[in-house]
């Protein structure tokens, strides 16, 4: 079935730039989204992309998409404190029906001061 | 405030009990699923539904069951808990599959089976 992959950590230096990295399986995808869980909350869509786009810029997030590869990336640039959170990525893909979003299992990125 | 609201927060049941989860949506949204939460494992779709009536099984269905009366309200039932349905479960609802508009999420609801 349909599968996306996310690695489980990330730690990077406040003020760098983090990526976060997803690949997914199935060629048919239409969205691709990623999504911010911070401690103890629901997840909050962060930003999300059409399968025709590259890229697509939202002030310090910035999401690339290589469809070849089927590798979705969120760099988030001078990452602060705040920044800390589960990132999950997300596809929709056309034959699935009536079944919702199909998520990674989330990447943990720790921000160090 | 508009939104998704689940109740409760937090539960601790017995093995054998049963309990209702609920989940209210205010945004008139067609699409509401339910998803459970484990360390590791990401998000797993238990059920989901597009509408008033009309609801289906996801990845994890088994000792959960959903129903749809009303577009608003989308309540999650575990009929006999048991301590592997020890996790946090998540409502969210969209105006459409693809969440083109996104997922609105519950703030979840911490349970625990003894």
Same mark, same amino acid.
């Given at each position: /079935?349909?599968?996306?992959? *996310?690695?489980?950590?990330?730690?990077?230096?406040?003020?760098?730039?983090?990526?976060?990295?997803?690949?997914?399986?199935?060629?048919?995808?239409?969205?691709?989204?990623?999504?911010? *869980?911070?401690? /103890?909350? /629901?997840?909050?869509?962060?930003?999300?992309?059409?399968?025709?786009?590259?890229?697509?810029?939202? *002030?310090?997030?910035?999401?690339?998409?290589?469809?070849?590869?089927?590798?979705?990336?969120?760099?988030?640039?001078?990452? *602060?404190?705040?920044?800390?959170?589960?990132?999950?990525?997300?596809?929709?893909?056309?034959?699935?029906?009536?079944?919702?979003?199909?998520?990674?299992? /989330?990447?943990?990125?720790?921000?160090?001061? | 405030?508009?939104?998704?609201?689940?109740?409760?927060?937090?539960?601790?049941?017995?093995?054998? $009990?049963?309990?209702?989860?609920?989940?209210? $949506?205010?945004?008139?949204?067609?699409?509401?699923?339910? @998803?459970?939460?484990?360390?590791?494992?990401?998000? =797993?779709?238990?059920? @989901?539904?597009?509408?008033?009536?009309?609801?289906? $099984?996801?990845?994890?269905?088994?000792?959960?069951?959903?129903?749809?009366?009303?577009?608003?309200?989308?309540?999650? =039932?575990?009929? %006999?808990?048991?301590?592997?349905?020890?996790?946090?479960?998540?409502?969210? %609802?969209? @105006?459409? =599959?693809?969440?083109?508009?996104?997922?609105?999420?519950? %703030?979840?609801? =911490?349970?625990?089976?003894?």
């Amino acid at each position: /079935g349909e599968d996306v992959e *996310q690695s489980l950590f990330l730690s990077v230096r406040e003020g760098d730039s983090s990526v976060i990295n997803c690949t997914y399986t199935d060629s048919s995808s239409t969205y691709l989204y990623w999504y911010k *869980q911070e401690p /103890g909350a /629901g997840l909050q869509l962060l930003t999300y992309i059409f399968s025709n786009m590259d890229m697509k810029q939202d *002030q310090r997030l910035t999401v690339l998409l290589n469809k070849k590869d089927k590798h979705l990336s969120l760099r988030i640039a001078d990452t *602060q404190t705040g920044d800390s959170a589960i990132y999950f990525c997300a596809e929709s893909y056309l034959n699935s029906g009536n079944t919702p979003l199909v998520f990674g299992k /989330g990447t943990r990125l720790s921000v160090i001061a | 405030n508009a939104g998704v609201t689940q109740t409760p927060k937090f539960q601790v049941l017995k093995t054998g $009990q049963s309990m209702t989860l609920q989940c209210a $949506q205010d945004m008139n949204h067609e699409y509401m699923s339910w @998803y459970r939460q484990d360390p590791g494992m990401g998000l =797993r779709l238990i059920h @989901y539904s597009v509408g008033a009536g009309i609801t289906d $099984q996801g990845e994890v269905p088994n000792g959960y069951n959903v129903s749809r009366s009303t577009t608003e309200d989308f309540p999650l =039932r575990l009929l %006999s808990a048991a301590p592997s349905q020890t996790s946090v479960y998540f409502c969210a %609802s969209s @105006y459409s =599959r693809t969440g083109d508009y996104g997922y609105t999420f519950g %703030s979840g609801t =911490r349970l625990t089976v003894v």
